[in-house]
Every structure is written in C-alpha cells, then in structure tokens.
C-alpha cells in the first residue's frame, strides 16, 4: 500500500523518487516544491486535527467498544 501511495504521489509531481544503483538498492523519496505548496492549504486542517486529538481519540475508544 505504502508503494502505491508512493508511486501515485510521484505520478501526481508531488514527490521525487531517486533509486541508486547499489545492492539492495536504496530508494530516496523528497517532496517536490509542487508538493511543498500542498503545506499551505494542509497546515489548518493538521492544526484542526490536533486541537480536537483527544476527542477523536474517545470517538475511537467509545466505537470500538460498541458505544454510539
């Protein structure tokens, strides 16, 4: 899934992906300055999620025991 993901994000130009020619070869991903600019628009919705962590936290706890 995590390869998937990867290789999707590279196809999209939001990341970089550099192999080198070694055995076992060693695989560097970087974000691209296009996926960069993703912080800007990303960075309230990550400030959201962690102001309200312990709340989602006891919606998890109260789901998986079976609690509406």
Do not use: K
Not at 11 to 26: A, C, H, I, K, L
Not at 37 to 64: C, Q
């Amino acid at each position: 899934m995590l390869t998937r993901t990867l290789n999707a994000l590279e196809r999209d130009g939001m990341v970089t992906r550099q192999v080198y020619p070694t055995v076992p070869p060693p695989v560097e991903y970087g974000l691209t300055a296009f996926g960069q600019s993703l912080s800007v628009p990303v960075m309230p919705l990550a400030t959201w999620v962690l102001e309200h962590l312990d709340e989602i936290e006891r919606h998890r706890d109260d789901h998986d025991r079976g609690r509406p």
